[in-house]
């Protein structure tokens, strides 16, 4: 698909998608006209670079994230599917918190920080 419906479906303006296109973040083919033809998959690229900036990363992190190699496993593969439903869930109950009453924000921040050690624990020994 041409830059314009790129633009268009994902929310990004032509100028944005050009910007990542010259970073190396997307992959894309010439047409026999020169134009630049993006695989359906770069809608979910741009929704990964997206994700990745909400965790306030830079675009050279992003990309030097997207340029390691993948490692197949299905484990991992798993984990990561699990990280970002994690990730959507804790979006949407910060969402409730900022609309919820103060006594009960404080007792979901205290349950949440009660679980949080065990997996911290965990991501520690798994990354040491």
Known sequence: MRIGTVAKRSGLSTRTIDY???MGLLSFERSASNYRLYPESV???LKEIQL????????DEIKV???MKPVSSPALQEVKEEIA????KI??????LSEAAPEER???KEEIQLKMIPLLQ???????
């Open 43 to 45: 809608l979910e690229t």
């Open 91 to 96: 979006l949407s109950l910060k969402e409730e």
């Open 106 to 108: 404080h007792m979901i």
């Open 20 to 22: 990542y296109t010259q």
């Open 52 to 59: 990745l900036k909400d965790r306030r990363m830079t675009l």
């Open 65 to 67: 994230l997207m340029d």
């Open 122 to 128: 965990l991501m520690t020994t798994l990354l040491s």
């Open 85 to 88: 439903h994690l990730q959507e």
